[in-house]
């Protein structure tokens, strides 16, 4: 409705993007309820930008926030393209990551957008970087909640979870950073269930993983040093090498 | 909760599924505060039936219905496939399709699962037989609702839509059958203002179509005659030839 700026009324937007290439998952959120409608964008893709600002502009979004989840290893991060496009906009990565970006944050922190925000939860593993972000606890909150995982829980799949992801409630619907199968979209319940990571004792899954084979991932070399600085390396001529980590 | 079982009370469970190959979404939806959770499936696709019978499994849902919004160009039906692993499940598409199947609906026409259902509003256009699954009307039916729309509406794309899908309050959301940019859903507002079908007059719309240059469907000669049978051919050895149209 249009009587909807008090400061505690809320209406979370959220879309589901992919990226095909890469199989990674792209999500926007925003608070349509609030007048400005903030909306942020986890893990945008390089390749994928121009269509994410343009779905953001159709939908009368203001975006304030790029953030990642980690430094991934087999994309470019669209941040550093997003940041040239749409000033103001701030790249949010985590401390432990190592890396270039507008703020650092920490396990704890929280990151609003209008009335609805975003908690930082360490989920270190596949990078000691990692970070979920999820969704505030309240009334005014998304329920269930909603947890962006990035790699550190791909759905039945071998993110190291922790009892960060664990400890939410069953219901919180699990979104990853790519999914390889087809599946969108899993929850905490389902997980604990279901991922070899979780139902299988410690023996059983150390073997499981030794036997994988994963081929090398295909754009490590050069997604991780473009990736440390956000993908900001190709617009000032910085090299990635330059920067301390 | 426990005491769901009166006969006004439901739960939508809710998943959408991506098959790479073809870019085709199919979508599970089961009413899970029916003590039996029953569920069905809009465009299965054959290469993911294993996946999304295993899905169900997990989930611990009774799969009735197996269901198509028209016969598939580009893709080859699980729904026999499924038929023939899951005993009890029926087939469902539109009768003016002209093809095989256990339910032929019409347009009006509702679709029960537990408390939930979907209806059935004819939008020819793409093929004769095309029909779009809305979900229902009602306190106790998603909020807002939720359209299936084949291919007759594609996200900012050009399906040939008429007022059946547009005549839905503006934030329906809009599920389709494939997406090749990444886009998972939209809305009947967002497609109002956006989709080149509906935002551009018929003369200019018809020179872009025109301009297109449409590959071939890549799978249309062997997608076309198999599911005019509902996938049912290569398991009883029948040819699609000796069906009438
Ligand atoms: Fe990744
Ligand atoms: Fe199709």
């Not at 792209?26 to 343009?54: F, G, I, N, W």
């Not at 593993?125 to 909150?141: A, E, F, I």
């Not at 791909?154 to 990853?176: E, H, V």
């Amino acid at each position: 409705g249009s009587y909807t700026t008090s400061s505690e009324s809320s209406k979370l937007l959220f879309r589901q993007l992919f990226e095909k290439e890469s199989s990674t998952y792209t999500y926007l959120l925003a608070d349509v309820a609030h007048p400005e409608k903030p909306a942020l964008l986890v893990d945008p893709v390089d390749k994928t930008v121009e269509r994410d600002l343009s779905l953001i502009k159709e939908l009368g979004l203001k975006l304030i926030y790029a953030m990642n989840t980690h430094v991934h290893a087999d994309h470019v991060t669209g941040t550093g393209l997003i940041k040239s496009r749409v000033p103001g906009v701030k790249s949010i990565i985590s401390k432990s990551s190592n890396s270039k970006a507008d703020l650092l944050v920490e396990h704890g922190d929280k990151i609003y957008f209008g009335n609805l925000f975003l908690e930082v939860r360490a989920t270190p593993g596949h990078t000691l970087g990692c970070v979920t972000y999820v969704t505030g606890d309240g009334s005014n909150q998304p329920q269930p909640r909603m947890a962006f995982t990035g790699d550190a829980l791909l759905i039945r799949g071998c993110g190291r979870t922790d009892f960060q992801i664990l400890s939410l409630p069953k219901d919180t619907f699990l979104y990853p950073a790519h999914d390889y199968k087809g599946f969108t979209v899993s929850t905490v319940g389902e997980e604990m269930l279901y991922n070899p990571r979780l139902s299988k004792d410690e023996e059983t899954f150390k073997h499981i993983m030794e036997n994988l084979n994963l081929p090398y991932p295909k754009m490590i070399d050069v997604a991780v040093p473009a990736n440390m600085v956000c993908g900001l390396q190709d617009l000032t001529g910085k090299s990635a090498e330059t920067m301390s980590s």
